[in-house]
């Protein structure tokens, strides 16, 4: 690639960048994300009724099926699937992406920590990590969800499903930037950084975290998607907040009269499907565009 | 008057590992004389590097220095905090390590890596900074520095790699430079461009360099005193010209003898053996087991580091009695 040289630096971004965009599924699945962003963002101009809202209801309308006026149909309570859609739509990505953020921060900082330093600190840091990724978490979640809305934080809706979700899935991070940290601290440039008198804060965060983003930037891309399917799956059993509009919640519903009004469930479900699939098609992408072992 | 920069005393830096304690460096002393540049010689695994890190106070765990002292311009550095040391490392001693490919950080620029180091130690805005990173590359000789400040370590060749971390070691003008092996890992002609360098960068700078190598070659090129590790052990130490004419130890004779030259009409003579296990070095003379002249007491004690002359020191038994071949350079 010798024209590519001089030109300007190609950093490992730039490169990974030139491998994505030539890989078809991973820019299919790049072009999902960004129209369910899209939705999640213009959802109160797109939306043709509020959320929750029984609107059809009164319109004589509740439990129509799919037509030009309500595309997705009605629930028998009257309640505008495709609207719901929409408003679930935003409301599942909040939960996907503020949980990615906040378990990718806790994930990092005790990953990178349990692999630079050695001792008590480190050893109770990889315990707590070893503990929290074998524990069966769906039910615990589910329990935390029932616990904590009815006796706790009443008022917290989908922020608390999105802090027990954190609480609970920041472990698979942890462990691939503790693993990335003990393989990279013992590389000469650490050493060199630290023979021209670099601190170890420094060193941790300047030095080794930089170049363990590959990994993390793809676990937490899939992550995303793993998170918006644990909220469907909490609402879908009923253990969400019954207030705010989710696909999950939508499921639940429609659950009750899938032989009649299919529509119900249907058509969330192919969202949550779609939505889910874009985000894991486009982790694989960014899998392959970031892995160093695959240079063209 | 000479003054003396640095003196490591009866070192000792051992690695606690799961197998045993390895005894990387046991007991070493070395006096390098301001301004000059002195040679650390011995096969991999006699204890070069661990040396430097001592000095250096970076020896990586399990290791750990347990004994001994090292001073530096007249301060102990052992009985430094580890912010103290922060502080002496970069602004007054540095480290080029073997192999430029992982001793950069792949992720940043040229110009990041050395601009980092400048911001760091010296108080410089960014654009100071890349001023200087600019200046030091024009110094260490690369071609088109601006277009090479862009780039990024995998972007540039073995030898350019090997200037920059030149630089960014040079970058805030250290009294000491450990040069670790800086050419093994390059081609033999860049190997040249680069001794030539570095001895040139250390007239202008008025440095005192400590080279770490096992070839004899950039021993003799570069160096005005040497000393001769093995095992983690002193062999010997001399003026660089006395140790290739008058060599003491069996050990310096056949580290001279395992060089080739071009005139040579005999066979390369290899040194027979490895170096020793560590964990538990063999009895009495570290050596005796690849000594040719080996004999009952070499087994049983280990010699202790006699003077020959005026700053010429030897550890073996039978230095008196040996007829030992050096070369001419």
Known sequence: MPEERGKRGASQWAVAWRRFKRNKSALIGSAIVVFFVAVALLAPYIAPYPARSYLPLYEGDAGSPPSFKHPFGVEDSGIDVFSETIHGTTNDLYVGLAATLITTLIGVAVGAVAGYFKGAISDVLLGLTQVFFVIPVLLLILLFARVFSVLVFRGLGLTLIVLILSFFGWSSIAFIVRGETLRLKEMEFIQAARALGASSYRILFRHIVPNILSPVIVVATLNI???????????????????????????????????????????????????????????????????????? | ???????????????????????????????????????????????????????????????????????????????????????????????????????????????????????????????????????????????????????????????????IAIARALSCEPTLLFADEPTTNLDVTIQAQVLELLKQLQ???????????????????????????????????????????????????????????????????????????????????????????????????????????????????????????????
């Open chain 2, 203 to 329: 007239k202008e700078y008025g440095m005192t360099m400590v080279m770490i190598t096992h070839d004899m070659g950039i021993v003799a090129d570069m160096t005005e005193r040497v000393t001769v590790l093995y095992a983690g052990k002193v062999m010997e130490v001399a003026d660089t010209h006395t140790l290739f004419t008058s060599p003491k130890h069996p050990y310096t004779e056949a580290l001279l003898k395992a060089v080739p030259s071009v005139k040579q009409t005999r066979a390369l003579e290899v040194i027979p053996g490895n170096i020793p296990n560590l964990i538990e070095p063999p009895t009495g003379c570290v050596f005796h087991p690849r000594c040719k002249y080996a004999k009952e007491i070499c087994v049983k004690s280990e010699p202790a580091l006699e003077k020959v002359e005026n700053g010429h020191d030897v550890a073996c038994h039978f230095w008196r009695d040996l007829k030992l071949e050096g070369r001419g350079r």
């Open chain 1, 225 to 296: 998607a793993g998170f918006i399917l644990t909220e469907v799956v909490v609402s879908f059993l009923g253990f969400g907040d019954a207030n705010t509009s989710t696909w999950g919640l939508l499921l639940n519903e429609g659950f009750s009269f899938i032989r009649t009004d299919w529509w119900v469930s249907l058509f969330p479900g192919i969202a949550v499907v779609v939505c889910v699939l874009g985000f894991n098609v486009m982790g694989d992408g960014l899998s392959d565009a970031l892995n160093p072992r695959l240079r063209e």
């Open chain 2, 1 to 163: 008057m000479v003054e003396k920069l640095l003196e490591i005393s009866n070192l000792r830096t051992y690695f606690f590992t799961e197998a045993g304690v390895v005894k990387a460096v046991d007991g070493i002393s070395v006096e390098v004389n301001k301004g000059k540049t002195i040679g650390l010689v011995g096969e991999s695994g006699s204890g070069k590097s661990v040396t430097a890190q001592s000095v250096l106070r970076i020896v990586p765990r399990p290791g750990r220095i347990v004994d001994g002292s090292i001073r530096f311009a007249g301060e102990d550095l052992l009985s430094k905090s580890e912010n103290e040391m922060r502080k002496l490392r970069g602004p007054q001693m540095a480290i080029v390590f073997q192999d430029p490919t992982t001793s950069l950080n792949p992720v940043y620029t040229v110009e990041k890596q050395l601009t980092d180091i400048l911001m760091l130690h010296k108080d410089l805005t960014k654009a100071e900074a890349s001023k200087t990173a600019l200046s030091l590359l024009q110094h260490v000789g690369i071609q088109e520095p601006e277009k090479r400040l862009k780039a990024y370590p995998h972007e540039l060749s073995g030898g350019m790699k090997q200037r």
